[in-house]
């Protein structure tokens, strides 16, 4: 019988991802965007693997597991994370979890590491660090679009691709918005939250332009530079063609 799994991610575009990759295992898979559906899901359902994003509008991954063990709960359980810092890995560690991925990565990865926990070989993939560079500055021979690291990260399937793609254009003149209006309060903590879910969105459809403009956007929120460099890579993401 193949395992029931619970994942708790409420960025759509990183979700839709995230399942694909994860029924692909196979696996038969439950799906929460909030901390209270999923306690709802994983208090009514054996799971055989808990997979929390380590960031959730309603609370933390962390927290999360925290509710759910004080349940008697012991399902093994990963956090899945778009920070690539040491730091951030380690914390959610001590905080009880299994192991750790830096999202996005190939869906073979995402399934290597799943399978691991599920073998009690508790192996999580190795964050690596990440060069900003200067903010304000993209490179310039960063393309608006991946396709190869999109096609990786989908199996090869370029219609997956596409519809994934036009899930992440529909949701992101939203989230520029949100940035925007966010950047003008001077509110840093939403800039940088919503920053991270959006870089993990980036890498799964390939917006390699709009990652690297995010990226260093959350490394200065307040510079008036990378919010200029990040709404162009948005406005070029968004552009037909």
């Known amino acids: 019988m193949n395992p029931r799994i619970l994942l708790v991610e409420d960025d759509p575009t990183s979700r839709a991802f995230l399942q694909a990759a994860t029924e692909a295992l196979p696996a038969c898979v439950d799906v929460a965007a909030t901390m209270a559906d999923a306690i709802t899901l994983a208090t009514g359902h054996a799971h055989a693997l ?56 190939p869906g073979d990865s995402w399934r290597e590491a799943l399978r691991a926990v599920l073998g009690d070989a508790a192996v999580a993939p ?52 949100a940035l925007a209006g966010a950047a003008e309060r001077g509110d840093v903590d939403a800039m940088r939250a919503d920053l991270h879910r959006l870089r993990a969105s980036c890498g799964f459809v390939g917006a390699a332009r709009l990652d690297a403009a995010a990226s260093m956007l959350r490394e200065a929120p307040l510079s008036k530079a990378a919010l200029r460099a990040f709404l162009d890579a948005a406005q070029d993401a968004l552009s037909p063609g």
């Open 50 to 105: 808990w997979l929390f994003d380590a960031h959730l509008p309603d609370g933390s991954g962390s927290a999360l597991l925290a509710r759910l063990r004080e349940h008697g709960l012991a399902t093994p359980a990963i956090a899945h994370t778009a920070s690539h810092e040491r730091a951030a890995h380690d914390a959610l560690l001590a905080a009880g979890f299994d192991a750790t991925i830096a999202k996005p990565l």
């Open 126 to 177: 190795t964050p690596g660090d990440r060069d900003t560079g200067e903010p304000g500055i993209v490179d310039a021979s960063i393309p608006t679009w991946d396709e190869a690291a999109a096609l990786s990260a989908l199996a090869g399937n370029p219609d997956n691709v596409a519809a994934l793609r036009r899930l992440f254009l529909d949701e992101l003149p939203m989230v520029r918005d």
